[in-house]
């Protein structure tokens, strides 16, 4: 069972990375760029066909893949190259696999959800047990929360998310109540241990509403959920640069398959869940303005927009060679404390 887990695992993290690379792949051949080859895993070929002007791969590696374009990485004379495009092209084909990763979340959550026949709200129905309205410091019955401490509250597992975060501290929480916008100052939502219904949970007190799960409430649950994961990347991400998370806590593939394992013995639902997570997870982190990332081409194309005029592919190609080999030195860091960490809990 756990091999195959394992290999389930795998599997889902290659649909990733392959979703992203049919993202870049479409755009291109719909921009007019040529594709030279569209891969599928790293490393060796194992087998290819070239079909029309592009050889399509398979390779020995299940991890990775990608999308070469003519004029990518060289200054090409095609017309047709991809250094040859507008601005605006080649815009879109450096943001469509991280759109495409985002989309491939959107459609795990909606099957998610699908089956659902309810789901929860932002407005608050019920406190637990030891909380009144009195002692929760301004938060009443049928509010809804919209923001808590100037973070949106996309869904109901915000609240508690938000509440977790700011636990301790005074903040600021708005609430629409009878219609209208109204902001709470110097709430303090205290995350404890609290009976409710018999059972005792760690919460801030407050329970939400649950709705219909009509089909609409579904698409527009499963969007909120998506936006939703792109803040939770970016909230880890200012974690680590200001310091309240460490390098050591990061996940590389190694990681992450061992907790898609591990989220795969608990049901299909989780699985695929945290797959959808993992799927937004890359497509922004890809973003990110780093040499070798879809980000760092973007910042050139800035750049390009800027000056007028292109910058050197020759040394362009430069800037990215050597991001990638920092990026790759830094994946083995990662991955070597991912199997520090499955072989002696360190």
């Known amino acids: 069972m756990f091999a195959i887990t394992i290999i389930y695992a795998i599997l889902s993290f290659g649909l990733i990375i392959f979703a992203h690379e049919v993202g870049h792949y479409l755009s291109a051949r719909l921009c007019g760029v040529k594709v030279n080859e569209f891969a599928v895993g790293m490393g060796p070929r194992l087998v290819s066909k070239t079909v ?3 050889r399509y791969s ?3 590696i299940p991890i990775g893949g990608f999308t070469a374009m003519e004029g990518e990485d060289d ?3 095609d017309d047709r190259a991809f250094n040859k495009k507008p601005i605006w092209k ?15 979340g959107l459609v795990i959550f909606l099957i998610i959800f699908a089956s659902y026949d309810v789901l929860p709200t932002r407005v608050i129905g019920a406190f637990t047990e030891d909380i009144t309205t009195d002692s929760h410091q301004q938060v009443k019955i049928d509010d809804e929360i919209l923001k808590i401490g100037g ?4 869904i109901a597992a915000d609240i508690e998310l938000l509440a977790d975060r700011f636990n301790g501290q005074a903040v600021d929480i708005v609430v629409r109540r009878d ?14 241990q609290r009976p409710y219904n018999g059972q005792t949970y760690n919460t801030s007190g407050l329970i939400p509403y649950a709705k219909k799960a009509t089909l609409f409430v579904k698409i527009d649950y499963a969007f909120r959920e998506s936006v939703d994961m792109l803040r939770l990347v970016r909230m880890g991400l200012f974690d680590l640069i200001g310091g309240k998370a460490e390098v050591t806590d990061m996940a590389g593939p190694v990681g992450v398959t061992s907790m898609l394992s591990e989220a795969g013995k608990q049901s299909a639902e989780t699985f695929w869940f945290f797959v959808a997570a993992i799927a937004i997870n890359i497509g922004f982190m890809n973003l990110l303005p780093l040499p070798a990332l879809d980000g760092g081409r973007i910042i050139f194309l800035v750049i390009e927009l800027v000056r007028r005029k292109p910058f050197n592919p020759k040394y362009e190609g430069y800037v990215h060679t050597a991001g990638l080999a920092a990026l790759l030195a830094f994946s083995a860091f990662v991955m070597f404390n991912d199997i520090k960490r499955l072989i002696i809990g360190g």
């Open 52 to 54: 029309g002007e592009t």
């Open 58 to 60: 398979l390779r020995a």
């Open 75 to 77: 200054d090409s004379e």
């Open 90 to 104: 080649r815009l879109i084909v450096l943001l469509a696999g991280s759109l495409m990763n985002f989309v491939t």
């Open 151 to 154: 973070e949106r509250v996309y």
């Open 179 to 192: 219609g209208k916008k109204l902001t709470l100052t110097g709430v303090l939502l205290d995350v404890a």
